[in-house]
Nanobody, 117 residues
Framework: QVQLVESGGGLVQPGGSLRLSCAASGSIFNINTMGWYRQAPGKQRELVATITSGSTNYADSVKGRFTISRDNAKNTVYLQMNSLKPEDTAVYYC????????????WGQGTQVTVSS
């Protein structure tokens, strides 16, 4: 069984920073893409950032403010969020794709990020 455990969410003032972490554990092998998505109230889930073998991809809304990174030895992905804005408020979900011939996709339980003064 595979588990994705997220941490690092919370309440922060506009302009502040947070760092999210997501650790994958269990029977997970050949991790390919790791990423973060978010869902604000009343909106669809949207991509925030992904990382694959060192190549990164960001939503336009977070470029220059957020940085995604990963530690392959720990099966962990991070999201450093700087210059946070109220519109970044959402539940952030970790996403992992693994496998070679057969692909698997896993989701974390979500962590709340609230940007408010």
């Amino acid at each position: 069984q595979v588990q994705l455990v997220e941490s690092g969410g919370g309440l922060v003032q506009p302009g502040g920073s947070l760092r999210l972490s997501c650790a994958a554990s269990g029977s997970i092998f050949n991790i390919n893409t790791m990423g973060w998505y978010r869902q604000a109230p009343g909106k669809q889930r949207e991509l925030v950032a992904t990382i694959t073998s060192g190549s990164t991809n960001y939503a336009d809304s977070v470029k220059g403010r957020f940085t995604i990174s990963r530690d392959n030895a720990k099966n962990t992905v991070y999201l450093q969020m700087n210059s946070l804005k109220p519109e970044d408020t959402a539940v952030y979900y970790c996403n992992v794709h693994s496998g070679t011939v057969v692909g698997y996709e896993y989701w974390g339980q979500g962590t709340q990020v609230t940007v408010s003064s």
